[in-house]
């Protein structure tokens, strides 16, 4: 069973490649603190795959908070690991805006069902 984790960028919002960077990490550090702070045993199993498998990430884009959220609703539904991102507002952005949402790591089937039509960012 191979594992991954994909972040989901929303490309309406015309962030900086650097805002665009530290969302995405925020994104990848909080799937992972909180699988670690939950009892969710699948979960952990799936993150100690993951980490060994050299921890496969892949960036995706969305061009709307819509679309966003309907991909962050089927990762609800299928129970993945799922995180969404609010901006602090310090520099590009208003606060609170939703920037991003992380997937995984899970199964690459499971993940895919979510995220398997979208393009790289």
């Given amino acids: 069973m191979a594992t991954k984790m994909v972040i989901v960028v929303r490309t309406d919002l015309d962030m900086g490649k650097g805002k665009i960077a530290a969302q995405v990490a925020h994104a990848a550090v909080s799937l992972v603190?909180?699988?670690l702070n939950s009892s969710n045993s699948?979960?952990?199993?799936?993150?100690y795959k993951w980490l060994e498998e050299g921890q496969p990430k892949i960036v995706v884009k969305?061009?709307?908070l819509d679309e966003l959220n309907k991909r962050y609703e089927k990762a609800i539904e299928l129970n993945l690991?799922?995180?969404?991102?609010q901006d602090a507002g310090k520099t590009q952005i208003e606060p609170?805006?939703?920037?991003?949402?992380?997937?995984?790591p899970a199964p690459?089937?499971?993940v895919d069902k979510i995220t398997g039509d979208l393009k790289l960012l």
Avoid: F, R, Y
Wanted: with cysteine; glycine share 10%; charged share 15%.
């Fill in 33 to 35: 603190l909180d699988i």
């Fill in 42 to 47: 699948l979960w952990k199993e799936w993150l």
């Fill in 62 to 64: 969305v061009p709307s």
């Fill in 81 to 85: 690991p799922t995180t969404i991102i």
């Fill in 96 to 104: 609170g805006t939703i920037t991003c949402i992380g997937i995984g």
């Fill in 108 to 110: 690459v089937e499971l």
